[in-house]
């Protein structure tokens, strides 16, 4: 079946660090992948997707490559904010999967000032 | 903006009582999802729905139960509470049979269960 695996952390980075989240997965057809962020206190929402390789899915200085040779869409980010302490959640979602959405397990990313 | 709206942030119950968790949306999605998260154990699907009146088994649906009388919203039963059912649940909308198309969440409720 599908499935998402993603680096444990918590991940702990001075303000203006480089990020790398990893994420790889598996999937039987063609998926769809996604990160997600949840601040504190919240819902998890969107940050970024990719829905085809090789496509890069990017947003407010977060970036992910859709892989499929090496089946990862790993989160960056060139300089990380305070503000960007959160988990972070990658997922897979594929029409042979139904109606339903894989997540990993979460990354937790404290960034100290 | 898709908005998905949990009735309640906080909630303290007592064992053996029946609870309901209520979660509605305003974009006419037919899917709408209930998950409960744990830590270190991510997201696990409890229940979903794709249509009215129309649900289907998670990954964890023992000792929960659904409804979805309406489109607009999706509620989760805990039949007899229980300590091991405290966490935060959170429900999510999507837009049917498109996989290139994310899933919308509220903000979560945390459950106690004393």
């Known amino acids: 079946g599908n499935s998402v695996t993603q680096m444990e952390g918590p991940v702990t980075l001075s303000e203006e660090a480089f990020l790398t989240i990893n994420c790889t997965y598996t999937?039987?057809?063609?998926?769809?992948l996604f990160w997600y962020v949840q601040y504190p206190g919240e819902g998890l929402q969107l940050l970024l997707k990719a829905t085809k390789a090789d496509d890069k899915g990017s947003n407010k200085g977060f970036e992910a490559t859709y892989r499929k040779e090496t089946t990862s869409f790993h989160l960056e980010k060139g300089s990380v904010q305070v503000s960007d302490s959160a988990v972070y959640f990658c997922a897979l979602s594929d029409d042979t999967g139904g109606f339903k959405t894989i997540f990993g397990a979460g990354t937790r990313l404290f960034v100290k000032a | 903006d898709v908005k998905v709206t949990q009735s309640s942030r906080y909630l303290v119950k007592r064992t053996g009582e029946k609870v309901f968790l209520e979660c509605v949306q305003d974009m006419d999605h037919e899917n709408m999802f209930w998950y409960r998260q744990d830590p270190g154990l991510g997201l696990r699907l409890i229940y979903f729905?794709?249509?009215?009146?129309?649900?289907e088994k998670g990954d964890i649906p023992e000792g929960y139960s659904v409804s979805r009388e309406k489109k607009e919203r999706f509620s989760l039963i805990l039949e007899s509470a229980s300590t091991n059912q405290t966490s935060m649940y959170l429900c999510?909308?999507?837009?049917?049979?498109?996989?290139?198309?994310?899933?919308?969440f509220g903000d979560g409720t945390r459950l106690s269960i004393l």
């Open positions: 999937a039987t057809g063609y998926p769809s």
């Open positions: 729905s794709y249509d009215v009146k129309m649900k």
């Open positions: 999510a909308s999507k837009i049917p049979g498109q996989s290139n198309q994310p899933q919308h």
